[in-house]
């Protein structure tokens, strides 16, 4: 599904939960059911779609987000959806490059020896010609190299 359809879908949804608040829904409900099933959706899958996604389909994306925020279903104290993606992102990851038995660990180049110790290194691997910044895991590999 396209991400403009999922956009749409999902202001449909907050329509729906505008709604259910003015037939009583309380809310601190409707701020859980937006992250269970308005912010997920938005969030399923994103280390393969996030590289793909052109700077109008972040805007969106944020733009969806300050929709929420205006109806009090997300606070302006939560983070971004760059914030979320980059989390998430870094969690990913480090679960992937920790855990040998991990789908998408047998992806990672080989393991480097540095011999040198200027400043801690964000992972240990060998840093090949970067190829396409699109792909999750070389997006991964040379994020913070500077």
């Given at each position: ?7 749409s ?46 700077a ?21 104290d ?29 992806l990672?180049?080989e ?13 240990f ?22």
């Open positions: 599904m396209p991400l403009g359809d999922v956009i879908k999902c202001a449909q949804s907050l329509y729906a939960l505008k709604l259910l608040r003015n037939h009583g829904l309380c809310d601190d409900s409707l701020r859980h059911v937006y992250k269970v099933v308005i912010l997920s959706k938005l969030l399923y899958a994103f280390p393969a779609w996030w590289g793909f996604t052109s109008a389909d972040k805007q969106r994306l944020e733009a969806s987000l300050r929709r929420s925020v205006r109806s009090g279903l997300y606070s302006v939560d983070p971004s959806f760059s914030q979320l993606v980059g989390d998430m992102d870094d969690n990913l990851f480090a679960k992937i490059q920790h855990s040998p038995h991990h789908v998408l660990y047998k990672l180049p393991k480097t020896d540095r011999t040198y110790n200027l400043r801690p290194p964000s992972h691997f060998s840093l090949t010609v970067k190829t396409d910044s699109r792909n999750y895991i070389n997006r991964m590999l040379f994020k913070n190299i500077y």
